[in-house]
T-cell receptor, first 111, second 116 residues
């Protein structure tokens, strides 16, 4: 099956700085890589995703990059704001229709 | 549209008791999933379904059973609850397999289960 590792487990940044979260995956057949944001006590919500035929994707202050050769992908958040504080999960698809999630990164943005 | 809903929101069980968690979606999605979320471990797939009448095991299926008699509903059962099943349970649905463009997983609000 798929194995996804996510780093760091916690990340503290000053408001306005950038945050980067990195994930690696093991299954070379994986072709879909979503990122979810989960606020305390809430459900995970998709914030951005990327497919294996694309190297980078941007949506306002967030971007995701994918390196298929190295089997890693990263989430970049620029100009961080207090409302970006949450747990972020990366995931990789495997075996058609299933997702393997990373352990999560707690992001804290301090004013 | 309500999206994905789950009942109940909270539940406390004693060891050995049984219960069923209900997930419902009104988006006509084919795929449905049950996950459990434990601190520091992300979301782990328990069981999933690729269509009405089908079910399959995920990463951590032991101690759970599922049924999908209707396309819009996916039930998760615990026959004899154990303290190790204390967790937050999330249901999710997806239009089709994730290989299709635009087919993300939509999550329900979660059920917090405590087994004493």
């Amino acid at each position: 099956g798929e194995n996804v590792e996510q780093h760091p487990s916690t990340l503290s940044v000053q408001e306005g700085d950038s945050a980067v979260i990195k994930c690696t995956y093991s299954d070379s057949a994986s072709n879909y890589f979503p990122w979810y944001k989960q606020e305390l006590g809430k459900r995970p919500q998709l914030i951005i995703d990327i497919r294996s035929n694309v190297g980078e994707k941007k949506d306002q202050r967030i971007a995701v990059t994918l390196n298929k050769t190295a089997k890693h992908f990263s989430l970049h958040i620029t100009e961080t704001q207090p409302e970006d504080s949450a747990v972020y999960f990366c995931a990789a698809s495997y075996s058609w229709g299933k997702l393997q999630f990373g352990a999560g990164t707690q992001v804290v943005v301090t004013p | 549209n309500a999206g994905v809903t789950q009942t109940p929101k909270f539940r406390v069980l004693k060891t050995g008791q049984s219960m069923t968690l209900l997930c419902a979606q009104d988006m006509n999605h084919e795929y449905m999933y049950w996950y459990r979320q434990d601190p520091g471990m992300g979301l782990r797939l328990i069981h999933y379904s690729v269509g009405e009448g089908t079910t399959a095991k995920g990463e951590v299926p032991d101690g759970y059973n599922v049924s999908r008699l209707k396309k819009q509903n996916f039930l998760l059962g615990l026959e004899s609850a154990a303290p190790s099943q204390t967790s937050v349970y999330f249901c999710a649905s997806s239009p089709l397999g994730l290989g299709f463009v635009g087919n993300e997983q939509f999550f329900g609000p979660g059920t917090r289960l405590t087994v004493l």
